[in-house]
């Protein structure tokens, strides 16, 4: 089942997640998350996105060559390494990229489906679309990286990409 993004400022992207504590419930909610992520042709997607209160998200940066496909649950960062600037894109925030600074590298736990704990090291695309995701989780959109006059300048241009885009999906 396809879920419904919700775009900038929706109140559900301002939402700190809960844990998870359901992992069958979950198995679901993953699946989900995926088939709207790539419905949408992203890499990455927050439950809080599609308002859903849990701690998880979705990755798949495998086309990179050197990526991931994973689903994170109660996900925590434990390491980080470097620093980048990249321009991010969001599919709360269509068609809007923001040059936003993130660690290289990083190193994730997380709970499995299964129910075991593992550790993952992710680098370049993946690590910062992960760092982004758990943003979401935690109830940070990335424009909240931006000084005041270039977030109110974003802003401007994400009201009227999202108007663009309410009018493609209702077509």
Known sequence: MKYTIRYWPDPALRMTAEPVTDLEAAKAVVDNLFETMYADRGIGLAATQCNINLRIFVLDTEFKGSGIKK??????????????????????????????????????????????????????????????ELDHLNGIVFISYLGEVKRMIAERKITKEIKKARKRKQK
Do not use: W
């Not at 390491?79 to 660690?103: H, M, W």
């Open 71 to 132: 689903a994170f649950i109660n996900p925590e960062i434990v390491e980080k390494d470097g620093v980048v600037t990249y321009p991010e894109g969001c599919l709360s925030f269509p068609n809007v990229f923001i040059q936003t600074e993130r660690a290289n590298k990083i190193r994730v736990k997380h709970t499995l489906l299964t129910g075991e704990t593992e550790e993952v090291m992710l680098e370049g695309l993946s690590a910062i679309a992960a760092q982004h």
